[in-house]
C-alpha cells in the first residue's frame, strides 16, 4: 500500500525514509491508481525485469490517486520515470544496451571521467531517477548494469591520484547518476579528499567544486541541514538541478533552495538548472517559458536545454529533432526575458556543442542525412573535429 503524508507524519519530511519507501513494484501501482485499467501498467511490468523504476511517495502524491489513464498517460512525471512500451533497439539513435555513448579513453578509472581540459566529473552510477532518457541508462536504469558503470570505491584512491597527477585539471563535477543518494559521511569523505589534494604551497588544487544532481524532484527533503553544512563548509561553487517540467517546481523544491542559500549564506552556490528536452513533455514554448520563469523567479539559472541524446533505451520516443529545439529556442530568444533563456546544446559522446539558432545551419553545424536516408546532424566541435550526430525527423513546424 501506498502511504499517504497524514499516515506517515513527521517520517514523511525524512529523505531516507523517503527512499526506503518509494515504490518499485507494478502491483503498487496498479493498487494505487485505482481507475486506471491493470493491464495498463502490463506494459511497465514488461520491462521491469530488466530496467529499474521507482517513484517516491513524495512524487507519487502529485499526481491524483484518481486519475485516468488518459490524464496518466499524458502526466509529465509518469512519461519521464516509467519505461513504458518497448525498449527501442532498431534505428539509426537506437540502444544497443552494451554502449552508452561514451568514451572509455576518457576515463582513467571507473568512477573519473576527464571529459574537457580543465574539469572531470566523478560519476556515480546509482540514481533515484530512472529517467526513461537516461544518457547513463548502462548504470542507472538496467538491473544488470555493466561491471565498469558501477561506482567502485577501491578506484576512488586512484582517481585522486590522476586528480593529482594532472596540472590542467582545476574543477571536480560530482555527477550522475545521482551524487546525493550518498550518505552526508560518504559524501564529506569525497569533498575532503578532493580538498585533500595540495598544490605546492599548501593550498588546495583543486579551486571549483560543482554537484549535478535530479534530487529535488524526486525528494527535495535531501537538502538536509547536514548537508547544507558540507555545501558551505567545502565551498561549492555551483549546484545544478536536473528539472524538465514547470510541475516538478514544487513548494518543497521552493523551500529546499532556500534552505541552500540561507544555510550556506556567503558560500552558497550559484543554482542554475539543466533541463532536457523531451518529446510531449515540455516540447512546447509556453512550457518551457512556465518552466524557465519559475526557475527564475526563485533566482535559479535556466542553464542548457539539452537536446535528448541517441542510444538511450526510449530515445524514439521522447527525442524532438535537433530543428524542432531552435524553433522553440526562436520563440522564446528575446521574446521572453533573456537571462532566463538557457543555452540549447547537444550533448554529444565527443563534448557538448552550442546549437546555433538558424534553421538553415551554419558553414560549422549542418544538417544532412545518413547514407540509410536517417536525420543527421555534423558540426565541428570544441576540439576542432567534425563530428555526426544521429536526429529525428521534424515534428513541429
Ligand atoms: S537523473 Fe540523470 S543519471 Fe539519473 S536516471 Fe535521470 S538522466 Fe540518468
Request: aromatic content about 12%.
Given at each position: 500500500?501506498?502511504?499517504?503524508?497524514?499516515?506517515?507524519?513527521?517520517?514523511?519530511?525524512?529523505?531516507?525514509?523517503?527512499?526506503?519507501?518509494?515504490?518499485?513494484?507494478?502491483?503498487?501501482?496498479?493498487?494505487?491508481?485505482?481507475?486506471?485499467?491493470?493491464?495498463?501498467?502490463?506494459?511497465?511490468?514488461?520491462?521491469?525485469?530488466?530496467?529499474?523504476?521507482?517513484?517516491?511517495?513524495?512524487?507519487?502524491?502529485?499526481?491524483?490517486?484518481?486519475?485516468?489513464?488518459?490524464?496518466?498517460?499524458?502526466?509529465?512525471?509518469?512519461?519521464?520515470?516509467?519505461?513504458?512500451?518497448?525498449?527501442?533497439?532498431?534505428?539509426a539513435d537506437a540502444?544497443?544496451?552494451?554502449?552508452?555513448?561514451?568514451?572509455?579513453?576518457?576515463?582513467?578509472?571507473?568512477?573519473?571521467?576527464?571529459?574537457?581540459?580543465?574539469?572531470?566529473?566523478?560519476?556515480?552510477?546509482?540514481?533515484?531517477?530512472?529517467?526513461?532518457?537516461?544518457?547513463?541508462?548502462?548504470?542507472?536504469l538496467e538491473k544488470?548494469?555493466?561491471?565498469?558503470?558501477?561506482?567502485?570505491?577501491?578506484?576512488?584512491?586512484?582517481?585522486?591520484?590522476?586528480?593529482?597527477?594532472?596540472?590542467?585539471?582545476?574543477?571536480?563535477?560530482?555527477?550522475?547518476?545521482?551524487?546525493?543518494?550518498?550518505?552526508?559521511?560518504?559524501?564529506?569523505?569525497?569533498?575532503?579528499?578532493?580538498?585533500?589534494?595540495?598544490?605546492?604551497?599548501?593550498?588546495?588544487?583543486?579551486?571549483?567544486?560543482?554537484?549535478?544532481?535530479?534530487?529535488?524532484?524526486?525528494?527535495?527533503?535531501?537538502?538536509?541541514?547536514?548537508?547544507?553544512?558540507?555545501?558551505?563548509?567545502?565551498?561549492?561553487?555551483?549546484?545544478?538541478?536536473?528539472?524538465?517540467?514547470?510541475?516538478?517546481?514544487?513548494?518543497?523544491?521552493?523551500?529546499?533552495?532556500?534552505?541552500?542559500?540561507?544555510?550556506?549564506?556567503?558560500?552558497?552556490?550559484?543554482?542554475?538548472?539543466?533541463?532536457?528536452?523531451?518529446?510531449?513533455?515540455?516540447?512546447?514554448?509556453?512550457?518551457?517559458?512556465?518552466?524557465?520563469?519559475?526557475?527564475?523567479?526563485?533566482?535559479?539559472?535556466?542553464?542548457?536545454?539539452?537536446?535528448?541524446?541517441?542510444?538511450?533505451?526510449?530515445?524514439?520516443?521522447?527525442?524532438?529533432?535537433?530543428?524542432?529545439?531552435?524553433?522553440?529556442?526562436?520563440?522564446?530568444?528575446?521574446?521572453?526575458?533573456?537571462?532566463?533563456?538557457?543555452?540549447?546544446?547537444?550533448?554529444?559522446?565527443?563534448?557538448?556543442?552550442?546549437?546555433?539558432?538558424?534553421?538553415?545551419?551554419?558553414?560549422?553545424?549542418?544538417?544532412?542525412?545518413?547514407?540509410?536516408?536517417?536525420?543527421?546532424?555534423?558540426?565541428?566541435?570544441?576540439?576542432e573535429k567534425w563530428?555526426?550526430?544521429?536526429?529525428?525527423?521534424?515534428?513541429?513546424?
Amino acid at each position: 500500500m501506498v502511504l499517504t503524508r497524514k499516515q506517515v507524519g513527521n517520517d514523511w519530511d525524512s529523505w531516507t525514509w523517503q527512499q526506503q519507501n518509494a515504490v518499485r513494484d507494478v502491483n503498487e501501482l496498479r493498487e494505487h491508481f485505482a481507475n486506471v485499467p491493470a493491464q495498463f501498467f502490463d506494459k511497465i511490468n514488461a520491462n521491469s525485469s530488466r530496467l529499474k523504476f521507482q517513484i517516491t511517495p513524495y512524487m507519487l502524491e502529485k499526481i491524483p490517486a484518481t486519475i485516468s489513464q488518459e490524464d496518466l498517460e499524458k502526466n509529465p512525471w509518469f512519461l519521464q520515470f516509467f519505461p513504458l512500451g518497448e525498449v527501442y533497439t532498431q534505428g539509426a539513435d537506437a540502444y544497443n544496451g552494451t554502449d552508452n555513448w561514451e568514451n572509455g579513453p576518457e576515463f582513467p578509472t571507473s568512477n573519473l571521467h576527464h571529459k574537457y581540459t580543465n574539469r572531470a566529473l566523478v560519476r556515480f552510477r546509482n540514481c533515484l531517477s530512472y529517467c526513461n532518457f537516461c544518457f547513463e541508462a548502462l548504470g542507472t536504469l538496467e538491473k544488470n548494469p555493466s561491471p565498469f558503470k558501477i561506482f567502485k570505491w577501491d578506484d576512488w584512491q586512484r582517481s585522486l591520484e590522476y586528480l593529482a597527477q594532472r596540472p590542467e585539471i582545476e574543477e571536480v563535477i560530482l555527477s550522475g547518476g545521482e551524487p546525493l543518494l550518498l550518505s552526508d559521511s560518504k559524501l564529506e569523505q569525497i569533498l575532503s579528499d578532493i580538498d585533500g589534494i595540495k598544490k605546492k604551497d599548501g593550498t588546495s588544487k583543486i579551486r571549483f567544486k560543482r554537484i549535478h544532481t535530479r534530487v529535488m524532484t524526486h525528494n527535495p527533503y535531501r537538502i538536509t541541514d547536514e548537508l547544507v553544512r558540507l555545501v558551505s563548509q567545502y565551498r561549492i561553487n555551483e549546484m545544478a538541478l536536473h528539472i524538465a517540467h514547470p510541475s516538478e517546481v514544487t513548494q518543497e523544491v521552493v523551500e529546499s533552495i532556500g534552505k541552500i542559500r540561507d544555510g550556506a549564506g556567503r558560500y552558497s552556490p550559484m543554482i542554475v538548472a539543466h533541463t532536457p528536452l523531451l518529446r510531449g513533455i515540455n516540447d512546447r514554448a509556453e512550457i518551457l517559458w512556465e518552466l524557465f520563469g519559475k526557475l527564475y523567479e526563485n533566482n535559479v539559472k535556466p542553464y542548457y536545454l539539452l537536446h535528448t541524446m541517441p542510444h538511450t533505451p526510449f530515445a524514439n520516443q521522447q527525442r524532438v529533432s535537433v530543428r524542432d529545439g531552435v524553433r522553440l529556442m526562436k520563440q522564446l530568444k528575446r521574446h521572453k526575458s533573456n537571462i532566463a533563456i538557457p543555452e540549447y546544446v547537444i550533448v554529444h559522446y565527443d563534448g557538448k556543442q552550442t546549437v546555433p539558432l538558424e534553421l538553415a545551419g551554419t558553414p560549422e553545424f549542418q544538417y544532412t542525412q545518413d547514407s540509410g536516408g536517417n536525420p543527421l546532424v555534423k558540426f565541428r566541435n570544441w576540439r576542432e573535429k567534425w563530428v555526426e550526430y544521429p536526429d529525428v525527423r521534424d515534428s513541429l513546424s
